[in-house]
Each structure stands twice: as C-alpha cells, then as structure tokens.
C-alpha cells in the first residue's frame, strides 16, 4: 500500500488520535476537512528524507529538484512558470523541492544511513519498511504504519530531523512537545494486537543543519505506559463523534482556571 493510499483511509492513526486528547474534534474535524498543503517545506523535507533512507528505488518516481532554469529562463520569467506548470502536470504524484532542500534531504538520509543502527537492521532480511498496518483496538478501526519494523527482533526504528541540536536535552524537549511517548505507545499497543510484539522503539534523529549528526533514544516503559489512558480517551472520542457525525469544540460553560503554583495541567 502506498503512502497516499494509507493516509486516504478512515482507520484512526496516531497523530490524529493525539489530536483528539490535545484539542477538541472540532479541531480534527477541519483539518481532516482542510488537510495541510503538501508543499509545505518541512513536509516535504522530512518524507523526502524518509524516502531517501529507506526506499531509494521511490525517490525518482516521488520526488523531484526544481530545476534553476528552464531552456536557459530563470524561475521568475512566465517561460519558466509555464514550463515547470507543465513538468508537474505530467508527473501529478511527484513533489518538488527547491534545490537547496532537494540536497538537504540527501544529506541528512546519507547521515541517518551511516548510523550503525540503522545500517544493521536494514540489512535484516525480514526488515519491513513503510508497511501498514489495520486492527480493531478498544472497539476502533485504527491504523500504523513504522518506518522500519524487524519482527524478528521486535524493533521498531522511526526517523526525526530537528531544526534543534540532537542532544538529550533537546530531544527530551521534543519528546514532550510533540507527543512521541504517545506516538512509541500508538505503535507499540497496534503492533502488539497484529502479532508483532515491540521490544524496542527507537528514534533516530538527524540534524537539519551542520554536518547532520545522528543519534538514537528509546522511552522509559513507564512514560509509554501513561499514554494508555489517551489511547483509550482517544479511540472511544473518535468512535462516538464518527458514529453520530457530531464534532464538538470546548465546552460552553465557564470554566476557572486556577494559577496556583503546580495546578494540574488538563491537557497532561
């Protein structure tokens, strides 16, 4: 199954259900309605990295370096703007990146490639890479899909690039920014319901900038284990609003909020 055609099916996956337990289905709701442009950069980058690690016989077929002429016209003449118009039109799946970013994204997967973890488990024969995965969990039609899964071993690899240093401490921050506890959960509960136990979650962070160095974390279980609760929370909102068809925002009594030192964040 192809990327797009995972992301085009209705099963929850964990980015949404993290969503769910970060806003509200309002906010779901509108971005599954008005999902973001795939030229956004980052985007872009990050899936051309992917893609360029651990499926290079894709690359050509998915992605594309704008060229910085056309015929000898630069990117600001009408030529050019007609030209690349047509060049995208003939190939209508493939994403353009502008040069700078096209090399990036080489440069960051030849560095995820040379990290000794990576390399090892690529080189397991059973390895499977990008594949999806459909169950019931907790009453709800879910989905995942690892970057890297070696059954065998039960290790499951997923790749970052960050703007930000790819130290502890800053990785410690990301993880509590962007949810990664919730995701290791996520994979490792759908994982576990298809037969594929997770004995290891790793992350595998690239730099964006300098010489792009690498480096690897796993979660404590116990940090994984308390996103159970949000899995649960998630999977039985995300049931209920997609059987009545209903999508609610905050609620509409006044709420307090109270300013003493240490109160319990709702969110967390």
């Known amino acids: 199954m192809s990327n797009a055609e995972y992301h085009a099916s209705s099963a929850l996956n964990q980015s949404t259900a993290k969503e769910l ?76 990146l502008k040069r700078s970013d096209y090399d990036l994204s080489l440069s960051m997967a030849s560095a995820l490639l040379e990290h000794p973890i990576l390399a090892r488990h690529l080189s397991d024969s059973e390895a499977l890479v990008e594949q999806s995965g459909f169950c019931e969990w907790e009453g709800c039609e879910c989905r995942v899909r690892p970057d890297l899964l070696c059954p065998d071993d039960g290790v499951v690899i997923d790749l970052k690039t960050t703007s930000s240093p790819a130290s502890k401490r800053s990785f410690t921050r990301s993880v509590r920014n962007f949810g990664y506890a919730f995701q290791n959960c996520w994979y490792r509960e759908m994982l576990r319901t298809l037969g594929h136990p997770v004995g290891k979650f790793i992350f595998l962070v690239v730099e964006k900038s300098g010489n792009h160095a690498t480096a690897a974390y796993t979660l404590s279980g116990s940090d994984v284990d308390a996103q159970l609760g949000r899995m649960r929370d998630a999977c039985n909102l995300w049931s209920y609003c997609s059987e009545v068809n209903a999508w609610p925002g905050y609620p509409q009594d006044v709420i307090n909020v109270d300013l003493a030192p240490h109160a319990a964040d709702v969110r967390r």
């Open 21 to 96: 337990v970060d806003t509200t289905p309002q906010h779901v709701r509108h971005k599954l309605d008005n999902p973001p442009e795939e030229t956004y950069t980052p985007f872009l980058v990050g899936g051309m990295t992917h893609t360029a690690a651990l499926q290079p016989h894709l690359l050509d077929e998915e992605y594309g370096c704008l060229p910085d002429e056309i015929d000898g016209h630069g990117s600001r003449t009408k030529y050019y703007k007609e030209a690349l118009a047509d060049l995208r039109l003939s190939a209508p799946g493939k994403r353009w």
